[in-house]
Structure formats: C-alpha cells, structure tokens
C-alpha cells in the first residue's frame, strides 16, 4: 500500500481540481448529480441502519452505525470521478494557488458542482421516498417505519431555534467541511482503492456519528424527510414527536440548507485548504 507525503497529496489535489476546471459545464453538472445521488445513498444507508436501534442499544450504537454506513457516499466519489462541491471547496483554491487559475474558475466549478449536487439529491430524495420509505397500497401510499425515521430525522435538522441555532449548525457544518475534505485527502494518499477507502472511511465515519452537518447530505434527507411527511398517519406523527411541526420547505431552505452550505465552504477552504496550502507551500513550490 503506497502513502504520498502531505505535499505530495496538495500537489495531487491541485492537479485534480485544474482538471476539473477544464471540464466543460454540462460535464460538470452531470457528475455533479451523480455525486449528489451518491450522497444521498450513503445518507439514505444511515437512517435505515439505524431505525429503532436508539431505544434498545442506545443513541451511542446508533451514531456509531450511522457512522459505519455513511462513508459509502463519498467512497463511490472518490473512486468514480464524480463531482462533489464540498470536495471542490478545497481541491478548487489548492488548483488556484498552484496555477493561478483565478477567481472567475473556481467559482465556476463550485456553482456547477453545487447545481449538479442538488439536483442529484433531490432526485434521489424523490425516488427513495416512493420505493422505499412509502409502501403502495390499494389505497394509495403509506408511510412505513423507515418514513417515520427519516421524517424525525428531517425534522430534527429543520429544528436549530433563533440566531444560536443557526450558529450551532454553521459551525457543525464548518466541522464537516473540514473533515469531509481530509477525508478526500487521505483518499488520494494511496494509489490502490483499498487504500483509498481506509482513508476515506475514518473521517467520514467520524463525521456521521457525531451528528455533523453536510449540505448535500441534507439535501436528500431532508427532501426525503419532506416528501414523506403528508403520508404518516397520526400515531406515527406523535412517534416523531414535537419537533414534526418545524419541519418545511422554507425553514429547510434558510434555517439548514443555506447556513450548512456556507458551513461546509468555509471549512474546505479555510482548514482544509489555504491552512495547509501556508504549511506546506514551501514543499510544494521546491
């Protein structure tokens, strides 16, 4: 198993994000959706493996095999090429410093990316909702167990009060970020995909069980969340609890997906990527 040097990995990342750059944008966009859809399954993976585990093993075991399942998302990114705007937050300044690159590209790249992201996890959000979280009936769709988890997880993250909460998600979201991108970075480390999966497995498995937040993660779940909500009956409403009534479209949009999205931006770019581009700069330009 081979290990790059940590200016050797930067210097790998740069290469990668000028060649995304050159990528034309509908190219960008459609690996956008597909890493959009990837997230979404690994997301998706979490919240069943983990129905009803609370309230026999406890919340530590269930965090623990949220964070076991989770890393399948940003595995099959790495390992497929797709196009992950939080990657992107880091790998695009890394090609911007190294090839002066300029502003103009590296906000292209993380508009497509994000587009392309969005519309790859609401589509999955949609077809996840009703072939799997709803069962078909003679009457129409019900809502299964799984719906109930994944309601109460949406609620959940709809559910940050005032001007604090928004700050806790922005900063769990910065967090994320953060490690999200080590996590691709210890990817590209080694050359052999067993490697690379070791690499990417720790860091996102850390992210998942501490309750982190990720946009793009989020813009499955949560979708999901929504679609499947009108479908619970009322016994199951009352199982997600009180939280249920924060859940919508609007909070979903201003209270979680914008202050996530800015959270995981500044984490890429800031922790992950211009703080090691300072440390290692000297290396890289030798």
């Known amino acids: 198993m081979s290990y790059h040097s940590p200016y050797e990995i930067i210097a790998q990342g740069a290469k990668a994000g000028r060649y995304r750059m050159s990528l034309p944008g509908w190219n960008l966009l459609l690996r956008g959706g597909m890493a959009g859809a990837y997230m979404g399954m690994g997301g998706v993976l979490m919240i069943i493996v983990s129905s009803g585990v609370a309230a026999t093993l406890g919340i530590g075991i269930a965090q623990f095999l949220m964070g076991l399942v989770f890393p399948l998302g940003l ?3 790495v390992l497929t090429g797709a196009e992950l705007f939080t990657g992107d937050a880091m790998l695009a ?11 103009l590209s590296v906000l292209r790249i993380w508009i497509l990316s994000y587009l392309g992201n969005i519309i790859g996890a609401f589509g999955f959000a949609g077809l996840i909702t009703f072939g799997v979280l709803l069962q078909p009936g003679s009457e129409g769709y019900a809502a299964g167990s799984y719906a109930v988890s994944m309601v109460a997880f949406a609620a959940e993250r709809c559910s940050y009060p005032g001007a604090a909460g928004i700050l806790s998600c922005f900063l769990k979201a910065l967090a994320a970020g953060w ?4 996590a691709v970075l210890l990817g ?3 050359d052999d ?16 069980s501490t309750g982190m937040e990720h946009a793009i993660t989020n813009a499955c779940l949560i979708p999901a969340g929504l679609f499947s909500a009108p479908y ?9 609890g009180p939280l249920a009534g924060n859940l919508a479209w609007s909070v979903f949009l201003l209270n979680n997906l914008l202050p996530v999205t800015l959270g995981n931006l500044v984490g890429g770019l800031v922790f992950s990527g211009i703080l090691l581009w300072i440390a290692f700069q000297k290396e890289i330009r030798s």
């Open 193 to 208: 995909a067993i490697g690379k999966i070791a690499g990417i497995w720790f860091p996102s498995m850390a992210l998942a």
């Open 232 to 240: 619970l009956t009322p016994l199951q409403v009352a199982e997600v």
């Open 179 to 182: 490690l999200l991108n080590l």
């Open 75 to 77: 595995i099959l990114i």
């Open 188 to 190: 590209i480390c080694a």
């Open 93 to 103: 300044p890394f090609a911007a410093f190294s090839f002066n690159t300029g502003i």
